[in-house]
T-cell receptor, first 112, second 119 residues
Framework: SQQGEEDPQALSIQEGENATMNCSYKTSINNLQWYRQNSGRGLVHLILIRSNEREKHSGRLRVTLDTSKKSSSLLITASRAADTASYFCATDSGGSNYKLTFGKGTLLTVNP | DTAVSQTPKYLVTQMGNDKSIKCEQNLGHDTMYWYKQDSKKFLKIMFSYNNKELIINETVPNRFSPKSPDKAHLNLHINSLELGDSAVYFC??????????????????FGAGSRLTVL
């Protein structure tokens, strides 16, 4: 079964606004990660939150995790045109393989 | 220095052909992966190797064969290419928990991708 389904699928905002993306997953996890993918490029790791954490910050990024609801959100504050990219959540369910399972992503467009 | 490099970046070929994509990482990671990203940007894991040993083999047609000559390289060979194989293939690497005493999380470093178009 697919883990990590993001919503919305696409989000368009103005520079300076905040962007919030959500991720839901189905099974228990070890940690949840967010990655960014610029057009035509590979994915880049942004931030990781462990299953025993509720909130984490990194620069303009804020991630929350609610394990009871099996959901996470990524907030990008004071967005910039350079933040335009697809954002993916990925769940690590632990186990012997430590497989990361990615969602379908949210395409964020930040208009100047 | 490119951490995870894969070649070629673009590959256009006819149905029925056989092609290979190569991947190399210079991060000293023990684990490498192949992911497939379809036209809707959905990323699906195909294979994972840890120190040259296959540890993840998802439901992938046996026309796809990964090969890891050493832990810094993971190649993907595809036989009898089909239209549905058209996608972007990403190589990635990580330090997996347990690798040489590593107790951190499994964070992936991706290559730039290889776009395969089958005509």
């Amino acid at each position: 079964s697919q883990q990590g389904e993001e919503d919305p699928q696409a989000l368009s905002i103005q520079e300076g606004e905040n962007a919030t993306m959500n991720c839901s997953y189905k099974t228990s996890i070890n940690n949840l990660q967010w990655y960014r993918q610029n057009s035509g490029r590979g994915l880049v790791h942004l931030i990781l939150i462990r299953s025993n954490e509720r909130e984490k910050h990194s620069g303009r990024l804020r991630v929350t995790l609610d394990t009871s609801k099996k959901s996470s959100s990524l907030l990008i504050t004071a967005s910039r045109a350079a933040d335009t990219a697809s954002y993916f959540c990925a769940t690590d369910s632990g186990g012997s393989n430590y497989k990361l399972t990615f969602g379908k992503g949210t395409l964020l467009t930040v208009n100047p | 220095d490119t951490a995870v490099s894969q070649t070629p970046k673009y590959l256009v070929t006819q149905m029925g052909n056989d092609k290979s994509i190569k991947c190399e990482q210079n991060l000293g990671h023990d684990t490498m992966y192949w992911y497939k990203q379809d036209s809707k940007k959905f990323l699906k894991i195909m294979f994972s190797y840890n120190n040259k040993e296959l540890i993840i083999n998802e439901t992938v047609p046996n026309r796809f064969s990964p090969k890891s000559p050493d832990k810094a390289h993971l190649n993907l060979h595809i036989n009898s290419l089909e239209l549905g194989d058209s996608a972007v293939y990403f190589c990635a690497s990580s330090r997996k928990m347990g690798d040489r005493g590593y107790s951190g999380a499994n964070v992936l470093t991706f290559g730039a991708g290889s776009r395969l178009t089958v005509l």
